[in-house]
């Protein structure tokens, strides 16, 4: 009997895990910046949006529209991009996330 409820509260808690995870990569409704990937130079830490570069954070993370993980390398030229800012250590700010936003019909910039 109680090897059953583990099993039962193991399962839930993993369900629970998991849909956080998902939740907490989804799509944001705001971003800080958006506009079209020009680029990205990783080891400079800089990406180019809308022909700004503006800097990214080491650990910059990419997200596809349905919440999972790729890699900034793997943007294409001209892609719809949203992305956050975080505070840096020398008091400026830099890009730690960013998110493919879906193909759009019209071709004006987004934001």
Do not use: C, H
Not at 34 to 63: E, H, M
Not at 84 to 111: C, H, Q, R, Y
């Amino acid at each position: 009997m109680i090897n059953k409820r583990y099993r039962i509260f193991l399962i839930l808690l993993t369900a629970l895990v998991v849909n956080t995870a998902i939740a907490g990569n989804k799509l944001p409704e705001q971003f800080d910046i958006k506009g079209y990937f020009g680029g990205i130079n990783v080891q400079k830490q800089w990406v180019n949006i809308n022909g700004i570069l503006y800097p990214v954070a080491l650990n910059v993370t990419a997200y596809k529209s349905d919440g999972t993980t790729t890699s900034v390398l793997n943007l294409k030229p001209d892609a719809r991009i949203g992305g956050s800012f975080v505070p840096s250590s020398n008091n400026g700010k830099v890009i730690n996330k960013i998110w493919i936003l879906p193909e759009s019909k019209d071709k004006t910039p987004p934001g």
